[in-house]
């Protein structure tokens, strides 16, 4: 399976967020899956690709071709491909992935969730995704999500579309083993109810 990641790029984040993403990472590899992801070398989104890469597991960047730049890009991708803009990266990393797990991330990597959250309630992908709520982080976005669905902005079957997992095994093993949605026209009808 071809599992995409979104995570921060930030360096300078609490231990606890790397050494899970490393983690996940590791398991990936382990699992014979392949990493799909934003292509940096740090943050979140590296320390994912270097526990793949130290398990042997493939590893997929995707980036624009302006992040070129000495220290930016994660060096060990099995294979990299390069875009004109971060719309193309995102579809990209859509079309390539058969999952999505959602790492502690800030406005990017809501915005990545959030799209891929929205284009499955309306039935344009089935793929699984999973949130890592490591150090609780995904709590206030979901109490977020919750009111939105207590206020009737948004139907309370859309918070069935993803799973918030407290470990990156949990992550793992949910979006191995969660049903891909067809029949999107069903699925979407169901979503508006």
């Given at each position: 399976m071809k599992i995409c990641i979104y995570g921060a790029s930030s360096d300078k984040l609490a231990q606890e967020y790397f050494t899970e993403a490393e983690t996940l990472?590791?398991?990936?590899?382990?699992?014979?899956?392949?990493?799909?992801?934003?292509g940096g070398q740090g943050g979140l989104m590296g320390a994912a690709a270097r526990g793949v890469h130290a398990g042997g597991g493939g590893?997929?960047?995707?980036?624009?071709?302006?992040?070129?730049?000495?220290?930016?890009?994660?060096?060990?991708?099995?294979?990299?491909?390069?875009?004109?803009?971060?719309?193309?990266?995102?579809?990209?990393?859509?079309?390539e992935s058969d999952a999505f797990i959602v790492l502690p991330g800030g406005i990017g990597t809501y915005e990545e969730f959030f799209e891929m959250l929205t284009l499955k309630q309306l039935g344009r992908h089935g793929k699984p995704m999973a949130m890592l709520n490591t150090r609780g982080y995904y709590g206030?976005?979901?109490?977020?999500?919750?009111?939105?669905?207590?206020?009737?902005?948004?139907?309370?079957?859309?918070?069935?579309?993803?799973?918030?997992?407290?470990?990156p095994q949990e992550a793992l093993d949910y979006v191995l083993t969660a049903e891909t949605v067809t029949g999107s026209i069903k699925r979407l009808e169901d979503y508006h109810k």
């Open positions: 990472g590791t398991l990936i590899a382990q699992g014979g899956h392949t990493l799909v992801f934003g590893i997929i960047g995707v980036a624009p071709r302006f992040f070129d730049e000495p220290g930016i890009l994660y060096p060990h991708c099995t294979r990299f491909i390069y875009t004109e803009t971060m719309r193309e990266r995102k579809a990209i990393m859509e079309e206030p976005m979901n109490a977020m999500l919750q009111n939105t669905v207590d206020e009737g902005f948004m139907s309370a079957n859309c918070l069935d579309l993803f799973k918030v997992c407290n470990t």
